[in-house]
């Protein structure tokens, strides 16, 4: 049988590096925009081909007395992936600023501390 022994660790958080959330932000944020537009093109067809789109449009047209309209879906993909573009820099920005701030504030009061728990294996009792 073997014995854990454990012991309480005390870990303070006095500084995050802003280059690492920079990198990290960038990744993060993209990602979500990437799953954002494929989500929304594949919910895009499948709305087109049950013809949910086509009775909006029908909808959106009667109801504002307009003749032809439509959805033009390149420009929707377009005008999404730019918003999404401009919120990844907003959002990169936002953590990296918060980064910075956060540093700042550590200077002051001495950072976050967090209490973890050590398992060491070594010790062996034998039964």
């Known amino acids: 049988m073997v014995s854990l022994s454990r012991r309480r ?9 802003p280059w690492s959330v920079l ?3 960038i990744v993060f944020y993209a990602c979500l925009l990437v799953i954002l537009i494929v989500a929304g093109a594949a919910l895009w067809i499948v709305a087109s081909i049950v013809g ?3 009775n909006a449009e ?4 009667e109801l504002f007395l307009l003749d032809n309209f439509r959805f033009l879906p390149f420009q929707i993909l377009r005008a ?3 918003a999404g573009t401009i919120l990844v820099v907003l959002g990169t920005g936002a953590n990296v600023l918060l980064a910075v701030l956060y540093n ?3 200077d002051v009061i001495g950072g976050v501390e967090i209490v973890s728990v050590e398992e060491d294996q070594s010790t062996r009792t034998v039964v």
Do not use: C, P
């Open 9 to 17: 660790v005390r870990r303070v958080i006095r500084r995050i590096e």
């Open 23 to 25: 990198r990290f932000s």
């Open 104 to 106: 700042l504030i550590s």
């Open 80 to 82: 999404t992936a730019i």
């Open 52 to 54: 949910v789109v086509h």
């Open 58 to 61: 029908k909808f959106i047209g």
